[in-house]
DNA sequence: ACCAGGAGACTGGTCAGACCAGTTGAATTC
DNA sequence: GAATTCAACTGGTCTGACCAGTCTCCTGGT
């Protein structure tokens, strides 16, 4: 043996409010206490688990800014059991994403591989009801345009949009982190997107990329499909990121 | 106007121990408080809150969870102010995969574009200390594979060459979530990598396919890289995960 | 018969005060 | 001077209390 081995593991002490928290997160990530289910009321769970309450309440604390459970003051049914969401991973990845640990290039780097990927298999493996739903997204941006809806609704709907993307390419997880990512950008700039005078303009030329997304992963052209996602967020984000970061993006722009 | 935009937004009440939570983590994210600094006590922030301190545990709670701080029993100098660390992503992508709402097939997916596209990235961008580092992990690799290190000492030796490949990629974020999406397999499939017999082979193996990406990243050949990571992981993988996502795989795997 | 309104029994959020076990560092002892 | 002891902390936990909501159900008026 080249190095003696540890037998024994370094103990460490368990806190109580933890004990608790483990047990419940089993059960809900389990599937025991399924998204909508309610946990019994506080003093119940104190008789339950023999702690003191506020033992209880820092476990349902842990529990709930994890995201799993949402509770209410004056419910009597419990706090409600949640299903696992991407806003957690989204706050996480913010967090990352503030603390100048991963800059603003990095971020959009990451959406540009993403995204990009994302749309390559989405080409491979779309169904039709994955085309209706991206092409009904685009629609909508269009009525949305038209209108005098705002820019948030907007982006929602590209948001929905890429959503859809993701869902056809099987991978939740990729457009979950997509997602999350998004949100991060949003945050660390506070993107007052564009002035009002360039929202039409900017707005139009977003619908016809996203046609154009569609369009190549109809045709199951994956390599266009994922350009074309990279280089909409290059041209977006290129003027915007700091200038040491540019060479990300720019690393990421060519497939090869 | 297309439709009657609300001019008040719903207002929620806002928890006292969010308050503090909040003031406590902008404090720190903003670097005020920097890693390894310290918090004042708990009955300390009592006063300064003027709150009851089950409030002021409720919120160090949250931010313990977060990742953010660490108490120690008895400390005298009160919580310690940690830096942002990758584990609380892994735990949320680890939540994520256990909640049947992605399968294994998915985080294997996701863990072939990632590292493919770290790859590819590496490629363009190392510096030559980056390679170094990389041909220092192959080489413990190799000493390890020698002596009789347990497999857990090769798998970190593995895991700190991908995390050299991905800070040479210039994006932190992509190793992160590699390494959280990596964790989150082994959290599912128990993973006892092979039986103490295939052990060898299987590490001589990985070793031959680790030098082959270094070569490619060396050579700046991108898309070798990329290719190689995503063979590896398919190999690996592919009679692993659950009949039905192995197209996923597939998809995931050639280029174009 | 029906519905509005109110009383009471809950709920979670917060506070105050207490005790314990562990840590620390200075005073005490050898 | 080094080892030991001790007192003053710390965070972890428990108890019991109060408040402001919310729900249920019962009541009283129509």
Redesign the pocket.
């Known amino acids: 043996m080249s190095a003696e081995e540890a037998i024994f593991q370094p103990v460490e ?1 368990v ?4 004990r608790v928290a483990e047990q419940i997160e089993e059960r809900i990530l389990s599937g025991d206490l399924p998204p909508g289910s309610r ?6 769970l ?1 008789s339950q688990f ?9 476990a ?1 604390r842990v529990l709930q800014s994890a995201g799993l459970v949402r ?9 409600e059991v949640l299903g696992i969401t991407p806003d957690n991973l989204s706050r996480t990845l913010g967090r990352l994403a503030r603390s100048h640990l991963s800059t603003l290039g990095e971020l959009v780097q990451f959406r540009m591989v993403l995204d990009a990927e994302s749309n390559r298999l989405a080409a491979r493996l779309h169904s039709e009801s994955d085309l209706a739903r991206m092409a009904e997204q685009i629609e909508r941006m269009e009525t949305l345009s038209a209108g005098e809806a705002g820019l948030h609704a907007f982006s929602e709907a590209d948001a929905l949009f890429h959503q859809a993307v993701a869902e056809a390419s099987g991978n939740s997880l990729l457009g979950l982190c997509a997602r999350a990512v998004h949100d991060a950008v949003v945050e660390v700039i506070e993107e007052k997107i564009a002035v009002a005078a360039d929202a039409t303009v900017w707005m139009q030329r977003s619908i016809a990329h996203h046609r154009q997304v569609l369009a190549a992963i109809r045709d199951g052209d994956g390599a266009l499909a994922a350009r074309l996602g990279r280089q909409a967020l290059y041209d977006y984000y290129a003027d915007r990121v700091e200038e040491g970061t540019r060479r990300l993006l720019s690393a990421a722009l060519d497939e090869e």
Chains 1, 2 share one sequence.
């Open positions: 002490p806190r109580a409010y933890q946990l019994p009321g506080e003093r119940e104190v023999a702690v003191g309450r506020s033992t209880v309440r820092e349902l509770s209410r003051p004056g419910d009597p049914l419990g706090a």
